[in-house]
């Protein structure tokens, strides 16, 4: 199994960027899928981005598409999440997540089995 551990969300105006980082431990990391989820007040938790765990595919929800970029690091066992020209409905609890299915191909997969605590992104207009 691994573990995983988001950081770097905070409060930030309209327009700003900020990068959010997830750390997994073990010695399998580029074993996994890696995903970036989302969950906003009174709505359901919903995909934003993921990465193969080759680093060969990704894949981005169409509300972040342009704007948002999800990247891993196998040496620090890190994927990261660059969030650009922030809005107001991106302001969620922000999850990191992973998947160890193994895909034939380096592919980003619909579903994950292992989540993080979330890191808060609150974006102020």
């Known amino acids: 199994q691994v573990r995983l551990v988001e950081s770097g969300g905070g409060l930030v105006q309209a327009g700003d960027s900020l990068r959010l980082s997830c750390a997994a431990s073990?010695?399998?990391?580029?074993?996994?899928?890696m995903g970036w989820f989302r969950q906003a007040p009174g709505k359901e938790r919903e995909f934003v981005a993921g990465i193969s765990k080759g680093g060969s595919t990704t894949r981005y929800a169409d509300s972040v598409k342009g704007r948002f970029t999800i990247s891993r690091d196998s040496t620090k066992k890190t994927v990261y999440l660059q969030m650009n020209s922030l809005k107001a409905e991106d302001t969620a609890v922000y999850y990191c997540?992973?998947?160890?299915?193994?895909?034939?191909?380096?592919?980003?997969?619909?579903?994950?089995?292992?989540w993080g605590q979330g890191t808060q992104v609150t974006v102020s207009s």
């Open positions: 073990g010695r399998t990391f580029n074993t996994y899928n």
């Open positions: 997540a992973a998947d160890n299915t193994p895909y034939v191909n380096d592919v980003v997969p619909y579903t994950f089995d292992y």
